[in-house]
């Protein structure tokens, strides 16, 4: 992530994201459009896993409610092996 997607997601300025990824030591590594990119360590990718979760609520919902209808879909074919899709 550059330093300004950080700075986003932690809540801070810029040159504290920076100085944070050095504090922290992650991987720092100057991309080709000239962009400094941090890889992000196991504490800072539960934060950005929180953040993405809570952006969308409502996808999230989605998401979960297709998942509980595909698993029971699922039962209901084991339960029905001999059923055809037509009916």
């Known amino acids: 992530m550059t330093y300004h997607e950080i700075a986003d997601m932690i809540g801070c300025d810029v040159e504290t994201a920076r100085s944070a990824t050095i504090q922290r030591a992650l991987d720092r590594k100057k991309s080709r459009d ?6 992000l360590d196991p504490e800072l990718m539960g934060v950005f896993v929180a953040v993405i979760r809570n952006a969308e ?4 919902l989605a998401v ?3 998942r509980n209808m595909h698993q029971a879909m699922l039962r209901n074919e ?10």
């Open 78 to 87: 084991v339960n029905s092996p001999g059923r055809s899709a037509a009916g």
């Open 57 to 60: 609520p409502d996808l999230d």
């Open 64 to 66: 979960r409610e297709l």
């Open 34 to 39: 000239g962009m400094t990119r941090a890889k």
